[in-house]
């Protein structure tokens, strides 16, 4: 499994648009990126998955650059609603033992 | 709906008492797992299974035991708790597939060993 390096936390105003970064410099060939988001006293919840370039979904973007040593997801136009913890994942695809490490907490400020 | 619930979602009780935890999804889902998640530390994977009958242990098994006799239960046994023990705890579920691995996960299960 390869390790993820992501912010401790990020703060951000209503509206804005958030981009969180995670590093993953020893990514496999055969890895795809997830990202899981967790509210407080809840199970986290699938957001979006990739493995380059970039993907879409009603929820978020993912940007996956060609060395994909790196990705970035991207939340448009946050609400207070979105304040949670983002986890960046990076396994084979169809692995299950999921490595969620610490998380980004991020704190959306009215 | 599809879900996965777990029971009880709040517990407390002494060490060494023995306990259980149940997990049911029904998504007709091969694969199940059990989390732990402490403060600082993140969701560490605690056991596995891939199908019926078939476990294997995640990254903390220690001090826990599981069973998969049928397909959507996947209950987590804790022989004789400890204060270390003490976590929120959640069972997940996901079809095996070659493509993706979207989990699905419980509600949690708060648990507080004396």
């Known amino acids: 499994l390869a390790k993820t390096t992501q912010p401790i936390s990020m703060d951000s105003y209503e509206g804005q648009e958030v981009n969180i970064t995670c590093s993953h410099n020893?990514?496999?060939?055969?890895?795809?990126i997830t990202w899981y988001q967790q509210f407080p006293s809840q199970g986290p919840r699938f957001i979006i998955q990739?493995?380059?370039t970039k993907v879409t979904n009603e929820v978020a973007s993912l940007f996956i650059p060609a060395d994909r040593k790196s990705s970035t997801l991207s939340l448009p136009r946050v609400s207070l609603s979105d304040t949670a913890v983002y986890y960046c994942?990076?396994?084979?695809?169809?692995?299950?033992?999921?490595?969620f490490g610490t998380g980004t907490r991020l704190t959306v400020i009215p | 709906e599809a879900q996965v619930t777990q029971n009880p979602r709040y517990l407390i009780t002494v060490t060494g008492k023995k306990l259980t935890v149940t997990c049911s999804q029904n998504?007709?889902?091969?694969?199940m797992s059990w989390y732990r998640q402490d403060p600082g530390l993140g969701l560490r994977q605690i056991y596995y299974?891939?199908?019926?009958?078939?476990?294997d242990k995640g990254d903390v098994p220690e001090g826990y035991k599981v069973s998969r006799k049928e397909k959507r239960n996947f209950p987590l046994i804790l022989e004789s708790p400890s204060p270390n023990q003490t976590s929120l705890y959640f069972c997940?579920?996901?079809?095996?597939?070659?493509?993706?691995?979207?989990?699905?996960f419980g509600p949690g299960t708060r648990l507080t060993v004396l």
């Open positions: 998504m007709n889902h091969e694969y």
């Open positions: 299974s891939m199908n019926v009958e078939v476990t």
């Open positions: 994942l990076v396994g084979e695809a169809g692995a299950n033992n999921l490595f």
């Open positions: 997940a579920s996901s079809k095996q597939s070659t493509i993706y691995n979207e989990q699905f």
């Open positions: 990739g493995y380059k």
């Open positions: 020893n990514i496999a060939t055969n890895d795809y």
